[in-house]
């Protein structure tokens, strides 16, 4: 009787492991996107959502093969003076969550970046801290 009840027990608690880990995946998918979407609207409001604005840094590999690295907060001036581009695609390619605090994901940027975003949970919500990218080098 003491190993049926350890067992519902057992099963009990993966369940609620996999319905957190549901949702801090979609949580994670929502900053993602807060962060795309404010890039193709130009919209702050969005960027600052997704990221955790004060301490957030962009790094990554030019097409150029420079490394760049800059506050995110630089970045947002760039994003928010363009136009917006509504045809923009974006596709998230993994997400590994780390104890319910951490997450690492990896975004297909219209097929021109490949973004890699370091996630925390802050205050109960997914931001992002980091972002790499890697250009796509032209074809022609």
Known sequence: MRVLISLCAALALTGAAFADD???????????FSYFEGVKEGNLEK??????????????HTATGEIASHPITAAFEHWTSGDPAPAMQGEI????????????????????????????KVNGEWRIVNKFYIATPDEG
Do not use: C, N, P, R
Not at 22 to 32: G, L, N
Not at 98 to 119: I, K
């Open 93 to 120: 390619l993994s997400i590994e969550i780390f104890h319910g605090v951490a997450a690492h994901a990896t975004f297909d940027f219209d097929g021109d970046y490949f973004d890699m975003f370091q996630l925390a």
């Open 22 to 32: 549901a949702e801090d995946k979609a949580a994670v998918e929502a900053a993602i």
């Open 47 to 60: 960027l600052e959502k997704a990221f955790v604005v004060d301490k957030a840094h962009m790094k990554g």
